[in-house]
């Protein structure tokens, strides 16, 4: 799984919810939260699940295709999207209802908005746990703390270590300095102390962060600047609010090389371990365990240079 962008489209907007289906960010994330007022909450969950189930039919269709048209980047690119869902905060007392309506076999993860400490965690990982269980899920749901809050981010450590489920965080910058008290400023001296310190949590916790929003759309030159920014003080990606933001992040976080090496390891090693007749699920690497979900991801990062030099 790469992080290099996650989109967030209003759960409430049919035009943008059918629009999402020819997209290709690494993470679709529906919005159940701040784009959705209070009235529509009920309405968003169930055009959410229909996107789902509309989604999982164009793939299916889009699988029959002819080799041809699966050469389209779109389609390989949106393949390989994960689907997650903003949810309301735990604060907000609507969570439990967003939960019971979007977890499902579509859904790969769920984003979690102004998270103030790790015990907030416990309640909701309880009630995806019962739903999993429910549901007969053959999946388990990622969860992706963000962190908007002076609170947040003096725990983020904490909330990023919680549990397996977590494979990211989010900084959430506007909230942070409403939280406190302070203005936007283009030099970001007022969120430079937080914006650093969660790249740094995440990867102690040995998991990714990804940025805040460019909330300025159309300054794709300053969106630019500032994911070059967020990329050298450690983030992996970047939360973005329009689809053409995609491309212009994609373009800034490509993998480094100690990810190439990494992933060049990891395969190896796996290769290694299977032409031995070993069938062990999880091995180390520089004193550290890999298993399938480390996999997965140095097979993305391959294939992604790969891609590259084709083009």
Not at 110 to 131: D, F, R, Y
Not at 149 to 174: D, E, M, P, T
Not at 250 to 275: C, D, G, M, T, Y
Request: net charge positive.
């Amino acid at each position: 799984m790469m992080f290099r962008t996650l989109l967030f489209i209003p759960g409430n907007n049919k035009r943008f919810l059918e629009k999402s289906k020819f997209l290709y960010p690494d993470i679709l994330c529906f919005d159940l939260e701040d784009s959705v007022p209070l009235s529509e909450k009920a309405i968003a969950r169930n055009m959410i699940m229909e996107s789902f189930i509309s989604n999982k039919r164009s793939n299916h269709i889009d699988s029959n295709k002819d080799n041809k048209n699966n050469n389209n980047t779109n389609y390989k690119d949106k393949e390989s999207s994960q689907l997650f869902v903003r949810i309301n905060s735990f604060e907000s007392e609507l969570y439990e209802q967003d939960l019971e309506s979007v977890v499902c076999e579509s859904l790969d993860g769920i984003v979690i908005p102004k998270v103030n400490s790790a015990s907030e965690l416990k309640k909701i990982t309880e009630i995806i746990a019962n739903l999993e269980t429910k549901k007969k899920l053959k999946k388990t749901i990622k969860l992706i703390p963000s962190i908007e809050s002076s609170q947040g981010v003096v725990n983020s450590y904490h909330i990023a270590k919680f549990n397996s489920r977590i494979c990211s965080l989010v900084f959430g910058v506007f909230d942070y300095l409403y939280d406190m008290k302070l203005d936007y400023d283009n030099e970001g001296l007022g969120y430079s102390y937080a914006r650093s310190k969660i790249p740094v949590d995440a990867r102690a916790a040995g998991i990714p962060a990804l940025d805040s929003i460019w909330q300025n759309v159309d300054d794709l030159e300053g969106l630019k600047r500032d994911a070059k920014i967020a990329k050298r003080i450690g983030y992996a990606g970047k939360t973005i609010i329009h689809p053409k933001h995609i491309e212009p992040v994609h373009n800034v976080f490509v993998p480094s090389q100690n990810e190439i090496e990494w992933a060049k390891k990891v395969v190896a090693r796996l290769n290694q371990i299977q032409e031995q007749g070993d069938k062990r699920g999880a091995f180390k690497i520089d004193g550290r365990m890999i298993d399938a979900v480390h996999f997965k991801q140095a097979k993305l990062i391959l294939d992604f240079i790969s891609k590259d030099e084709k083009l």
